[in-house]
């Protein structure tokens, strides 16, 4: 099945709104929860955080500057959206960039985590003590893909802090999976 | 994108799953809320035909009032004459 274009999810939206909102999550709704939960780890707060950016995305639809990337703009809600939920953890509006979310270091007992698959807890161990910004650059780029520029737009950042946190953030992730 | 072979070999794993038919149902739900809600006409129209009804109350009183004070007044004359000694005529 042929990928739709972001450009072609726009023009639907604009035309008949509902119908490019179907298109936009056919597209989104999949990475954009994953990126989520990669992040927060429990899934009732990722489908929470998910459902709240699709929402956000479709009512500020409006105000959405087409001269930007879509997938940077939808992946910016989404990573606000995490960072409230982590902030929400540690009794703050949103957590810091800087931060680290060690409450999950142990990724927290759920009934949809598959810790027979022991390759992926320690991955997800090693992003997980991570400070954030660090997590989010690793993450946009090895698992969603994303341009070193999209992710500076999803994170408020530049392409070259983003490369460096990308970086740094893949050598201490080798280096605790070669240590464990 | 030219990343080392360590991570390469992990293929992205992850040790995460959700309920089945879970991405099924989150998109209804979005669906159904950015559904725009119809506007409640019906009760915007009931407001409306109330507020013409209860006027033409209204006016249909103070345009029958001085007929009915009429129609009061003839029967109270009519009482009165029955009380009035009889005339010649009658």
């Given at each position: 099945m042929k990928k739709t274009d972001d450009s072609d999810i726009i023009k639907v939206i604009r035309r008949r709104p509902e119908r490019g909102f179907k298109l936009l999550l056919d597209c989104y709704q999949k990475p954009i929860y994953w990126y989520i939960r990669r992040m927060v780890v429990a899934h009732a707060d990722a489908q929470d955080a998910a459902q709240e950016t699709f929402v956000r995305v479709f009512r500020a639809f409006g105000q959405y500057?087409?001269?930007?990337s879509l997938r940077a703009w939808i992946y910016r809600i989404a990573t606000n959206e995490a960072l409230r939920i982590l902030g929400r953890r540690k009794g703050e509006e949103i957590l810091s960039?800087?931060?680290?979310?060690?409450?999950?270091f142990n990724l927290k007992?759920?009934?949809?985590?598959?810790?027979?698959?022991l390759v992926g807890v320690q991955l997800q161990k090693a992003i997980l003590a991570l400070p954030a910004k660090q997590q989010i650059a690793f993450n946009l780029r090895?698992?969603?893909?994303?341009s070193y520029e999209d992710i500076a737009l999803a994170t408020h950042s530049t392409s070259d802090n983003v490369k460096a946190n990308y970086h740094i953030a893949k050598e201490k992730i080798i280096n605790y999976i070669k240590n464990n | 994108m030219n990343d080392s072979n360590e991570l390469n070999e992990l293929k992205k794993a992850m040790p995460y799953t959700v309920p089945n038919e879970f991405f099924e149902t989150m998109e209804e739900k979005l669906t159904t809320e950015i559904k725009p809600k119809k506007p409640k006409r019906c009760a915007v129209w009931i407001v409306i035909i109330s507020t013409l009804a209860v006027a033409a109350s209204l006016a249909l009183v103070f345009l029958l009032r001085p007929a009915l004070d009429k129609a009061e007044e003839s029967s109270f004359d009519n009482v009165e004459m029955a009380f009035q000694p009889l005339s010649e005529k009658d």
């Open positions: 500057d087409e001269s930007q960039l800087d931060e680290t979310s060690e409450d999950l007992a759920d009934e949809y985590v598959d810790y027979s698959n090895y698992y969603d893909e994303l | -």
